[in-house]
């Protein structure tokens, strides 16, 4: 409905009059207060005709020889109409067209700006070693020459935003070449790492041979009532290597035996796979290491490690399990390649998770890798108190460096529920396991809940290490650090931290054995190699 004249109210247009009145007072006044200040500032200002400004560095506590004092500054530098500072600034300029130039393919004027660069390099040079400033008429030749030049290099568009656009082309350009060159490099180094050498595949071949040749070596491998005896002796100390590698395995004995207090109490126990069965046996009879009792089984041999059981052999028994670690199929690079490596489904890797089925008589016991050097006496392992838990292992965390985040998925509800991210990870390689408390907390159980949930690889993607976490979070103690060093393998290591380490761990693809390995490092591990051993010359072992 229209409304009548009357309704219309007059207040508002009353108070927007009040409003402006107020606002247009308030800007006087500022206006007024700006002209006191401006007059303030030209009063200070003004200067008696022909004196200079005053400098601001002049005034206040920190004035001009305060700012400058400690700097290595010149009456050239500081000189507005310097030429030496004005040459500088062109050869800058020049430098960066220079780039630009072969950049767009332009060669030929290139080398007119470098040539030109050279002209007032030397110009300058001349200047510094005489100690005087240069003068306009010796360098107003090259002063032009050089902005001729420039101009042109701005005729051809070689202004700053076709630089910066030409160089971040060429930034990201690099940046993909180097990606495509570490993807290469990363694939090249896998392969290198996986590779057998020829020397260590001869000496399994040789080994194999000797011991079918020789009844006698066999005759000596034969076990007697004292060495069985000696294999289930908890006053002793006992260590275990899963490996199927003769080289390593024996550097790790040899090592341990060498820089042991009491050699004769050691005993290993060696698990291998039916190939290099022979080989061990072979290598670990010809050989003595100060009285250290060996012996040598393979996986095969133990009945309960079948598919029914073990997940990890289930899983081998998969149709997509073996698409993807052995069809050679990609997902478009998806996947690195270490992730598909069939190393980490080998029962050599799992094995670990079965030590109490495996040596069943035991109640303490030291796991090895056979990527270590042992550099001291490792009794010590067996008298530290794991304070009820199964698993002691030298904690890797740094920072958010190797905690479980790093290792697991925590998108997966389970994984997030479960397990704190920020837990501290530890390290295989050396670990002291409690079997009497591994056997009355089913760890192995654990371990078989975990490995079943993973099927479809979404927990984590590769290795022992993760379901590790899994299986021994809230049974692990931490060991001092010097038992245990890592890094060899891949990475720098303090010196005096491998000088006071106990074991030390070539983790990583560098392995000691191999052509990648790291040169500075490797001396610590030939140390127990006897190349001098007539199987190792006839393998070309170096």
């Known amino acids: 409905m229209r409304r009548q004249r009357g309704e219309f109210r007059r207040g508002p247009v009353r108070r927007r009059f009040s409003n402006g ?22 009063r200070d200002t003004t200067t008696q005709p022909g004196s200079r400004p005053r400098s ?18 010149t009456a050239e530098m500081l000189n507005p109409d310097s030429i030496t500072r004005q040459l500088n ?29 050279r002209n007032s390099q030397i110009l300058l040079s001349n200047a510094a070693l005489r100690r005087s400033p240069l003068t306009l008429q010796e360098s107003e030749t090259a002063v032009r020459d050089m902005a001729l030049l420039l101009y042109q290099a701005q005729q051809l568009h070689y202004d700053s ?49 000797e011991w079918f040749k020789k009844p006698d070596l066999q005759k000596k491998f034969s076990r007697n009532g004292q060495f069985s005896m000696k294999l289930k002796d908890n006053n002793l100390y006992h260590f275990c290597i899963f490996s199927d590698n003769i080289l390593a395995t024996s550097v790790v004995i040899n090592s ?11 005993v290993f126990h060696l698990v291998t796979d039916e190939v290099n069965y022979a080989a061990m046996k072979a ?37 997509d399990t073996q698409n993807y670690y052995f069809s050679g199929s990609n997902d478009g690079g998806k996947t690195p390649i270490k992730f598909r490596n069939p190393k980490y489904l080998s ?92 056997r009355k907390r089913n760890v192995t159980g654990i371990y078989h809940y975990w490995q079943e949930k993973n099927v479809d690889r979404t927990l984590w993607k590769l290795g022992t290490l993760p379901p590790g976490l899994l299986t021994f979070y809230g049974l692990t103690e931490p060991l001092d650090p010097n038992w245990h060093v890592l890094g060899l393998g891949y990475t720098n290591v303090d010196p005096q931290v491998i000088e006071n380490g106990a074991v030390l761990h070539f983790n990583g693809n560098s392995k000691p054995w191999l052509k990648i390995a790291m ?9 127990y190699v006897d190349y001098s051993h007539p199987m190792l010359e006839r393998c070309n072992f170096h």
């Open 519 to 527: 040169e500075k490092y490797k001396a610590l591990w030939e140390k």
């Open 283 to 319: 290598w670990f009879t010809m050989n003595s290491f100060r009285g250290v009792t060996v012996d040598v089984q393979k996986f095969e041999d133990f009945s309960w490690l079948n598919a029914s059981y073990v997940p990890v052999l289930k899983q081998l028994q998969d149709s």
């Open 56 to 73: 601001v560095l002049s005034k206040g506590p920190y004035g001009r020889d305060k700012v400058m004092e400690g700097l290595n500054v």
């Open 21 to 42: 009145f107020w606002l247009l007072t308030v800007i006087c006044g500022f206006a007024f207060a700006v002209l006191l200040f401006i007059v303030f500032l030209s």
């Open 89 to 117: 600034d062109q050869i800058s300029l020049a430098k960066a067209f220079v780039v630009i130039a072969k950049e767009s393919n332009n060669l030929q004027f290139a080398w007119e700006l470098s040539a030109q660069i």
């Open 161 to 209: 935003s076709t630089m910066i656009m030409r160089l971040k082309a060429r930034i990201q350009d690099l940046e993909e070449q180097m990606s495509s060159v570490t993807d290469k490099s990363n694939k090249y180094g896998q392969i290198a790492a996986e590779e057998v050498p020829k020397s260590l595949y001869c000496l399994g071949v040789r080994l194999t041979t």
């Open 347 to 438: 029962m050599l890797n799992h094995l670990r998770f079965y030590i109490p089925e495996v040596f069943p008589s035991l109640k303490k016991l030291v796991f090895l890798d056979d990527d270590v050097v042992v550099q001291k006496d490792l009794s010590g392992l067996f008298t530290v108190d794991l304070k009820g838990n199964v698993n002691g292992a030298v904690e890797t965390c740094m920072e958010t460096f190797h905690r479980y985040h790093k290792y697991l998925n925590y998108s997966h509800p389970l994984i997030r529920s479960h397990f704190d991210p920020d837990a501290c990870g530890w390290a295989f390689g050396m670990n002291v396991f409690d079997l009497v408390e591994w």
């Open 256 to 266: 341990s035996a060498t820089n042991s207090l009491n050699p004769d109490r050691l």
